[in-house]
């Protein structure tokens, strides 16, 4: 159920960038960078804890939680850099909606892994 709620999210957030994309170079920019982005990578995450806690259980999946703070945290200083400097997007929609986003999804994610995690006691 909820990885089809991330591929909706990607594919609607890609649909939506397109169309947008073709009107308003910088509006579908927006929504791919600000959407699109988090909700791709929160879903590579959930894939990859999902086969952590297969192979090596909880100890392991806690540990790899943790690092993954650290990679999503520089994924946001990362997609926040590229784009306000380098696509010059207007920082005040980009960062608050790019935030919210990343925010939204890291929530889900913690609530798949306490989830993941109770299942196996």
């Known amino acids: ?3 089809k709620f991330y591929i909706g999210g990607i594919v609607g957030s890609t649909s939506l960038s397109y169309v947008l994309y073709l009107s308003n170079d910088k509006t579908g920019l927006l929504i791919l960078l600000g959407i699109f982005a988090p909700v791709f990578m929160s879903f590579l995450n ?3 804890i999902e086969l952590i806690h297969g192979y090596f259980g909880n100890q392991v999946t806690n540990y790899f939680n ?3 703070f ?3 945290s520089v994924f946001m200083l990362l997609m926040s850099y590229l784009g306000v400097k380098t696509f010059n997007l207007n920082f ?3 960062i608050p ?3 919210v986003t990343w925010f ?3 929530i889900v994610e ?3 892994v306490q989830n993941l995690l109770q299942k196996e006691k």
Request: charged share 10%; with cysteine; proline share 0%.
């Open 1 to 3: 159920m909820l990885k």
């Open 70 to 72: 650290l990679i999503k």
């Open 66 to 68: 943790i690092f993954q």
């Open 97 to 99: 909606l790019l935030c």
């Open 110 to 112: 913690g609530f798949f």
């Open 104 to 106: 939204s999804f890291h």
């Open 92 to 94: 005040k929609y980009y």
């Open 46 to 48: 959930i894939i990859l």
